[in-house]
Every structure is written in structure tokens, then in C-alpha cells.
């Protein structure tokens, strides 16, 4: 099984930024998708950003500009830079991991970013 632990969460201002990570203990993290998700109280769990084995990236239109999805695989994890946040990025971000064509999906606990106005 796969464990996927989230950090680097937590409360900021408008404008500010942070640096979330995720650490999965997978030994087949390079041929794993990976992908950043948010849930807001009282909404489904939406994509922010992902990116493939090979390193291909995308972004939810609301954060298109302003968040970077990255890779380590030396290190197996995954990044997410947040900058210039603004309170509608408030959610639980949850780490997710994932293989093409395959049942093969795991998730993170989650991180609580906070952005006040």
C-alpha cells in the first residue's frame, strides 16, 4: 500500500504564499500521476494542478499563473507553490496519486491552507 503525507499548510494573508509538499512511499513514485486536490467546506473536492510521470502539467483555471505543480523523484514528492493567494483558496489540499488505466489511486489526509482577507 501507498501512504501520501501532506505539509506545509497553514494560515496566511491575501497575497502571501506557500509551499506545500506531499511525501509518498511508493518505490514506483516515477511512473506515478500525481495531483493536487482542494475541498472548501460545502463543496466537492476539485483539481488544482497535476503532473504525469513525464513531467506534463496542468492547472485549474483559478490558479492558472499563480500555482506551480513540481517533482522530485530522487526524493519521491511532490510540490505545489501557492503564490499570490487570495481567501477563495481556502480548502483542505489533499495529495493524490495515480495510474492510468488501472485501479490504482491513493490519497493524503490533508493540509489546511487558510487565507484570510
Known amino acids: 500500500q501507498v501512504q501520501l503525507v501532506e505539509s506545509g499548510g497553514g494560515l496566511v494573508q491575501a497575497g502571501g504564499s506557500l509551499r506545500l509538499s506531499c511525501a509518498a512511499s511508493?518505490?514506483?513514485?516515477?511512473?506515478?500521476?500525481m495531483g493536487w486536490y482542494r475541498q472548501a467546506p460545502g463543496k466537492q473536492r476539485e483539481l488544482v494542478a497535476s503532473?504525469?510521470?513525464?513531467?506534463?502539467?496542468k492547472y485549474a483555471d483559478s490558479v492558472k499563473g499563480r500555482f506551480t505543480i513540481s517533482r522530485d523523484n530522487t526524493k519521491n514528492t511532490v510540490y505545489l507553490q501557492m503564490n499570490s493567494l487570495k481567501p477563495e483558496d481556502t480548502a483542505v489540499y489533499y495529495c493524490?496519486?495515480?495510474?492510468?488505466?488501472?485501479?490504482?489511486?491513493?490519497w493524503g489526509q490533508g493540509t489546511q491552507v487558510t487565507v484570510s482577507s
Open positions: 493524490n496519486a495515480h495510474r492510468v488505466g488501472v485501479t490504482w489511486d491513493y
Open positions: 511508493t518505490t514506483i513514485f516515477s511512473i506515478t500521476n
Open positions: 503532473i504525469t510521470e513525464g513531467g506534463s502539467t
